[in-house]
């Protein structure tokens, strides 16, 4: 059965720290992964990560993708109070490219 | 452009009543989609479609009925609520094959008694 799990399921930090959480998944046929944040309201998309090793950065927020080791790390840098959020990890599988595969997500507090 | 809209917003349901959760897009999109999101669960996905009438079923599909007459509409109908179905309902729309452009709607907030 494919799956996506994601650590730790919640975090709490003040202003500056950085933060790294974490996206494991066993997907047949792995396609892409997804990075979602998510407020109080709709998942917003962050990231897609097709290959290895292959850095994704926006701003403070930067996205890796290990398909050996199969996982994922979402890095956010110098955080800020507008970061708190659930961030969710799915994940995209060659057989079906209509479904996603989404973890429990990784709650973020960030505390001024 | 509104992007994907969801209504109602909130809504209360007794055990055994029927209603349609309502979902728009006007970005001309093939494929959308219906997510529950339950606490400790995740997003899971209950039906989707890759163009007007196309639907298919997803991880959740029990209880939820769905079709798709033309390309900006995906009614989720809910026959007999039941409080099992308690959740937050979001839609999503994209362009089929590339999930990473799917849009997610505000959400509906839904309660069975």
């Known amino acids: 059965e494919d799956k996506v799990v994601q650590s730790p399921l919640s975090l709490v930090v003040h202003e500056g720290d950085t933060v790294t959480l974490n996206c494991s998944y066993e997907?047949?046929?792995?396609?892409?992964l997804l990075w979602y944040k998510q407020e109080k309201k709709a998942p917003t998309f962050l990231f897609m990560l097709?290959?290895?090793?292959i850095e994704k950065k926006s701003g403070r927020l930067s996205s890796i993708l290990d398909k050996k080791e199969l996982f994922s790390i979402l890095n956010i840098t110098a955080t800020q109070t507008g970061d708190s959020a659930v961030y969710l990890c799915?994940?995209?599988?060659?057989?079906?490219?209509?479904?996603?595969?989404f973890g429990t997500g990784t709650r973020l507090q960030v505390f001024p | 452009n509104a992007g994907v809209t969801q209504t109602p917003k909130f809504q209360v349901l007794k055990t055994g009543q029927s209603m349609t959760l309502q979902c728009a897009q006007d970005?001309?999109?093939?494929?959308m989609s219906w997510y529950r999101q339950d606490p400790g669960m995740g997003l899971r996905l209950i039906h989707y479609?890759?163009?007007?009438?196309?639907?298919d079923q997803g991880e959740v599909p029990n209880g939820y009925n769905v079709s798709r007459s033309t390309t900006e509409d995906f009614p989720l109908r809910l026959l007999s609520a039941a409080p099992s179905q308690t959740s937050v309902y979001f839609c999503?729309?994209?362009?089929?094959?590339?999930?990473?452009?799917?849009?997610f709607g505000p959400g509906t907030r839904l309660t069975v008694l």
């Open positions: 799915a994940v995209e599988a060659f057989y079906n490219t209509d479904k996603l595969i």
């Open positions: 997907v047949t046929n792995f396609r892409s």
């Open positions: 097709t290959s290895s090793g």
């Open positions: 970005m001309n999109h093939e494929y």
């Open positions: 479609s890759v163009g007007a009438g196309i639907t």
């Open positions: 999503a729309a994209g362009i089929s094959g590339r999930r990473g452009t799917q849009y």
